[in-house]
């Protein structure tokens, strides 16, 4: 009786051609994952400016008016001074977001925009520059 022989294992030849393949598809693959980040950045600046216009909608419901610019955004987690007539105790947020490069979300009442303007300055940090991200932009 012949006894066959069972194959375990890889060749190093298949190994081989597993890694060229890997290695093409890393290099489609990766270059297009490199771009998202970027993108994420602004849905997330998009986002928040999005929770914080509700917020601030639901301040001005109890209060009637929205908060100033020197009472700034600091109004939804905090008393604001002058008090107003109807802030909700324990406040329309618990903490206040970072934009994604890590710099407090502006705010102007009235804005320039609209009633009120909330924005992110974008990654270069500066105010007036097409990569500022603002709740007038928002589709």
Do not use: C
């Not at 693959?29 to 997330?44: G, L, N, S």
């Not at 009637?64 to 001074?81: C, H, I, M, N």
């Amino acid at each position: 009786m012949k006894q066959q022989r069972i194959q375990q294992g890889f060749t190093l030849i298949e190994v081989m051609v597993v890694v060229v393949i890997l290695g093409i598809l890393a290099a489609i693959v990766v270059p297009r994952i490199m771009d998202r980040p970027d993108e994420a950045r602004k849905v997330k600046a998009q986002q928040d400016i999005r929770a914080l216009e509700a917020a601030l909608n639901l301040y001005r419901l109890d209060n009637y008016t929205y908060p100033s610019t020197d009472q700034g955004l600091e109004a939804l987690t905090q008393k604001p001074v002058p008090d107003p007539p109807r802030w909700k105790e324990g406040g329309y947020l618990d903490r206040l977001p970072t934009d994604p490069w890590q710099n407090p979300y502006q705010f102007l009442s009235p804005g320039s925009h609209g009633n009120i303007d909330i924005y992110s300055m974008g990654p270069d940090g500066q105010s007036g520059t097409d990569d500022d991200i603002g709740n007038w932009t928002l589709q």
